[in-house]
């Protein structure tokens, strides 16, 4: 059974740094792009950016470009999500998705829990 | 960049009638990259259709997905208890590759 387990919920002050990650099992985790989505609080689905876990391969959307760093440890099988400085407005839900290509296309087909992120003062 | 329009932003329907959801794009979208999504509250999306009119695996037959250039559709034919949630459409882009969301339609019961 594919599964992506994400680590837990993370409460953070501004400024600080913060990883945090996806667990694949189920599946071979070297041959599937890896994708992370944010989810701020009451609003929809935004793609971050993807990694290819096999070669560490990372494109990252044009509207998080900068703002973190997607990696890969392929000898655990997890991906991370990381950021040096957070702010605010980086409370969210993450999400990491296992990207699969179908014909043409590339789908999210296995979804992980979730990471909630709050960063208060 | 394409944008993604959903309509519309609510739908308030009661069990057993027929949904049907708009996604609009900013530019001609080959079906092919036309996915839909269904998020419940507390829970990871999930996929329904892609390629416009294809379900995922498992998923029932009263979903159906159509349309073509800039105009899609997702249909659902009697709400079940269980479809009351968050739709989302969602194009794929091949150069660069992108994974652009609409703004989600919510179905809430009536």
């Known amino acids: 059974e594919v599964q992506l387990v994400q680590s837990g919920a993370e409460v953070k002050k501004p400024g600080e740094s913060l990883k945090i990650s996806c667990k694949g099992s189920?599946?071979?985790?070297?041959?599937?792009?890896i994708g992370w989505v944010r989810q701020m609080p009451g609003k929809g689905l935004e793609w971050m950016g993807i990694?290819?876990?096999?070669?560490?391969?990372?494109r990252y959307s044009p509207s998080f470009q900068g703002q973190v760093t997607i990696s890969a440890d392929k000898s655990i099988s997890t991906a991370y999500l990381q950021w040096s400085s957070l702010k605010a407005s980086d409370t969210a839900m993450y999400y990491c998705a296992r990207l699969t290509p179908v014909s043409e296309l590339e789908l999210f087909d296995y979804w992980g829990q979730g990471t909630l992120v709050t960063v208060s003062s | 960049e394409i944008v993604l329009t959903q309509s519309p932003g609510t739908l308030s329907l009661s069990p057993g009638e027929r949904a049907t959801l708009s996604c609009r794009a900013s530019q001609s979208v080959s079906s092919s990259y036309l996915a839909w999504y269904q998020q419940k509250p507390g829970q990871a999306p999930r996929l329904l259709i892609y390629?416009?009119?294809s379900r995922a695996t498992g998923i029932p037959d009263r979903f159906s997905g159509s349309g073509s250039g800039t105009d899609f559709t997702l249909t659902i034919s009697r709400l079940e208890p269980e479809d009351f949630a968050v739709y989302y459409c969602q194009q794929y882009g091949s150069s660069p590759r992108t994974f652009t969301f609409g703004p989600g339609t919510k179905v809430d019961i009536k």
């Open positions: 189920g599946y071979s985790f070297t041959s599937y792009w």
């Open positions: 390629g416009a009119s």
């Open positions: 990694i290819y876990p096999g070669d560490s391969d990372t």
